[in-house]
């Protein structure tokens, strides 16, 4: 809209040097179109941006939907203790050895989907890395007024949020819900056409073309 208020503006700049009174329905006319143009709404940009801003810097706190725990090593202190009573008669079986050994290696925890990827530790780094990468590439987009790019980002991180994240978790469900909004959001707004100007610009070249 600035654009089309600009060059409305510099028309009847123009037409003011002129001093021709036949002009004057068209100059009133323009005046109308520009305050059109002032009054339409442009999309908010800043503060999409803004929001995008706030979700990246909630990426390390949103938890993932499951993880795989880092073996531990011998003497941590973390370390669960080999089982005792009856299985501790049967260690050298080996059945209490890799019962044991799956604790460590293991945390289950229920999740909606079972197909929920578990992810180790360095996985989960690349995961919220490549989350963050999404938002970036989508604010890029946004800046740029690129609608396909903006929408294409948004739609793989609300993706990789509700595959790899705990989408029970009341962050994760808030990021989801920022990320649809953004995704509804029209970056080109078309604005109002000069419809008034128009219609005076050819009323005047019809006067004149019946006049000559």
Same mark, same amino acid.
């Given at each position: ?116 990827? +578990?992810?180790? !530790?360095?996985?989960?780094?690349? /995961? $919220? %890395?490549?989350? *963050? &990468? ?6 890029? @987009? ?46 080109? +707004?078309?604005? !109002?056409?000069?419809?008034?100007? /128009? $219609? %005076?610009?050819? *009323? &005047? ?6 006049? @000559?």
């Amino acid at each position: 809209p600035r654009i089309a208020v600009a060059a409305l503006q510099e028309v009847d700049a123009r037409l003011a040097r002129q001093k021709d009174h036949t002009l004057t329905g068209l100059r009133r006319a323009l005046v109308g179109d520009i305050e059109r143009l002032k009054a339409h709404p442009a999309a908010d940009i800043a503060g999409m941006s803004a929001r995008l801003d706030g979700l990246l810097g909630l990426i390390e706190q949103l938890p993932h939907a499951a993880t795989v725990m880092p073996r531990s090593r011998p003497g941590d202190p973390n370390a669960s203790g080999r089982p005792g009573g009856f299985e501790e008669g049967i260690a050298a079986s080996g059945l209490a050895l890799l019962r044991e050994e799956l604790q460590k290696l293991i945390r289950v925890r229920r999740v909606d989907e079972p197909e929920a990827p +578990l992810l180790a !530790p360095d996985q989960a780094y690349f /995961l $919220r %890395e490549n989350t *963050r &990468l999404m938002l970036l590439n989508a604010r890029l @987009g946004l800046l740029a007024r690129n609608d396909l790019q903006f929408k294409t980002d948004l739609n793989r991180a609300i993706d990789w949020l509700t595959r790899y994240y705990d989408t029970e978790n009341r962050l994760v469900r808030g990021a989801l819900d920022q990320l649809k909004l953004l995704r509804n959001a029209r970056l080109m +707004l078309e604005p !109002p056409l000069p419809v008034e100007s /128009l $219609r %005076e610009v050819r *009323r &005047l070249r019809a006067a004149r073309e019946t006049r @000559g």
